[in-house]
């Protein structure tokens, strides 16, 4: 169950404007936050264009036949290059996991994580990497 805390209208309004200069901050906006691509759906938590060029490059950069086992990429906008790949129903092989690893780090130079969702419980997630030695 969700536990709702009312807020004063101050406090509202502050949240609310940040999230307003947060979603300003992100980048031009693309007319639609989500759409078919190559047979997968991509999407940005607020439309930003550059996120939703990106995804298309990360499938691009995937062999095709790792491609075809996505069903969808989301990108959290509020986080920024922070992803969650979700796999088509029993289409989830080991190799998946590298595959999206590196078509990220060529379609957009790193991330702050990525999620991979699948049916089978093999989904795991991928901690932040911009290409930078340790």
């Known amino acids: 169950m969700v536990k709702y805390t009312d807020l004063p209208p101050e406090a509202a309004e502050l949240i609310q404007r940040q ?14 936050s989500s759409f078919r691509y190559r047979g997968v759906q991509i999407e940005s938590r607020w439309a930003v264009m550059a996120e939703l060029d990106t995804m298309r490059r990360v499938i691009d950069a995937m062999p095709e ?10 990108c959290d906008s509020n986080a920024g290059a922070c992803y969650t790949v979700t ?15 590196d078509a990220v780090l060529v379609a957009g130079g790193g991330h702050n994580g990525i999620m991979i969702e699948a049916d089978c419980g093999k989904g795991c997630h991928i901690d932040p990497d911009w290409g930078e030695p340790y």
């Not at 999230?19 to 639609?32: M, Q």
């Not at 796999?87 to 690893?101: H, K, M, N, Q």
């Open 65 to 74: 036949l790792m491609a075809r086992r996505l069903e969808t990429i989301w």
């Open 87 to 101: 796999v088509r129903p029993s289409l989830y092989v080991p190799d998946l996991r590298g595959a999206i690893f």
């Open 19 to 32: 999230y307003e200069v947060d979603r300003a901050d992100a980048g031009p906006k693309a007319p639609v």
